[in-house]
Nanobody, 124 residues
Framework: QVQLVESGGGLVQAGGSLRLSCTGS????????MGWFRQAPGKEREFVAA????????SYADSVKGRFTVSRDNAKNAVYLQMNSLKLEDTAVYYC?????????????????WGQGTQVTVSS
């Protein structure tokens, strides 16, 4: 079992930055691939970024590539999403998720554990 709690969301102006954190509990956290997803009102949940258990393999959605950076600190059971150059279309509830495998992909179905989400609102 892995329990996840996100934090760091908020209101930011376009062009600004935010850093989301996801803290996990459970013995398997350090061996789990982690993902960040987001869901805007009226839209389906979409992939943002993924990170292998080691932190050495990452993947990003095209829409955030070059602006967002995912990282983890297994000693702290934490995963981070640094978001720079934020755009209005980045507004959404952001979720972190843990997969039961060391590597994972872009589909929400690959992840077994989810946090409650944190709201990110980008204003003009």
């Amino acid at each position: 079992q892995v329990q996840l709690v996100e934090s760091g969301g908020g209101l930011v102006q376009a062009g600004g930055s935010l850093r989301l954190s996801c803290t996990g509990s459970g013995r398997t956290f350090s061996r789990a691939a982690m993902g960040w997803f987001r869901q805007a009102p009226g839209k389906e949940r979409e992939f943002v970024a993924a990170l292998a258990w080691s932190g050495h393999s990452t993947s990003y959605a095209d829409s955030v590539k070059g602006r967002f950076t995912v990282s983890r600190d297994n000693a702290k059971n934490a995963v981070y999403l640094q978001m720079n150059s934020l755009k209005l279309e980045d507004t959404a509830v952001y979720y972190c998720a843990a997969a039961p495998t060391p590597y994972s992909g872009t589909s929400p179905s690959e992840y077994d554990y989810w946090g409650q989400g944190t709201q990110v609102t980008v204003s003009s």
